[in-house]
């Protein structure tokens, strides 16, 4: 069974630039997760979808952070424009439905912003 | 707010000891813990999941508790190997609305010494 793909796994940009960052789930996940793991840190969830809809943003800086999942399967994370702070691993990660929700994690993408 | 907090110090044990994590929480006792291994540069990998009515949950070399009193997890690993060095999360499995979620602890990293 194929797992969490992303892309790219690592970008460089500078303050105020674009970047957007790619996820695709493990097929048949309903419910895909967009994760900020800062150094040092562990992974804080920025943004849930379940199929194409919203769950949950409340964590997601939203003027400058945004991130879709058009038709229930890939997803796009975007940031614009990049803040220094930005600087950290974006995780995606994927889920059935279900009690336990165990969660499969692709590799992550390691943003850096000079 | 909730709190799942983890020792932020390195724990450095030697080859066949058995390691001790431990993860606390604060302000209510969540009804599910999970705990994740991360290597560097990897996504974190689901390991085991407690729930609040179990004591104890076994799975080959790891062993996790849960004291609701305490309000503590512990992840035990027996029989340590170089192997098992990674950075271990906890993570308390929470509901937003509808969704269901995962808050992380920050890890602790074991290194395991031959």
């Known amino acids: 069974e194929a797992g969490v793909a992303q892309s790219p796994r690592y970008k460089i940009i500078e303050k105020r630039q674009s970047v957007a960052f790619w996820c695709n789930p493990i097929s048949g996940h309903a419910t895909l997760y967009w994760y900020q793991q800062i150094l040092g840190q562990g992974p804080k969830l920025l943004i849930q979808f379940q199929n194409n809809g919203v769950v949950d943003d409340s964590q997601l800086p939203k003027d400058r952070f945004s991130a879709e999942r058009l038709k229930g399967v890939d997803s796009t994370l975007k940031i614009q424009p990049a803040k220094l702070e930005d600087s950290a691993v974006y995780l995606c990660a994927s889920s059935l439905p279900g009690e336990y929700n165990e969660q499969f994690f692709g590799p992550g993408t390691r943003l850096t912003v000079l | 707010s909730q709190k799942i907090e983890q020792n932020s110090e390195a724990l450095n044990i030697q080859e066949g000891k058995t390691a001790t994590l431990t993860c606390n929480y604060t302000?209510?006792?969540?009804?599910?813990l999970q705990w994740y291994r991360q290597d560097p540069g990897r996504g974190p990998v689901f390991l085991l999941l407690?729930?609040?009515?179990?004591k104890e949950k076994r799975k080959e070399r790891l062993k996790v508790t849960f004291d609701t009193t305490l309000k503590q997890s512990l992840f035990h690993i027996t029989a340590s190997q170089p192997a098992d060095s990674a950075t271990y999360l906890c993570a308390r499995l929470g509901s937003s609305g509808s969704a269901r979620q995962l808050t992380f602890g920050s890890g602790t990293q074991l290194t395991v010494l031959p």
């Open positions: 407690i729930r609040e009515n179990e």
């Open positions: 302000n209510y006792s969540p009804a599910y």
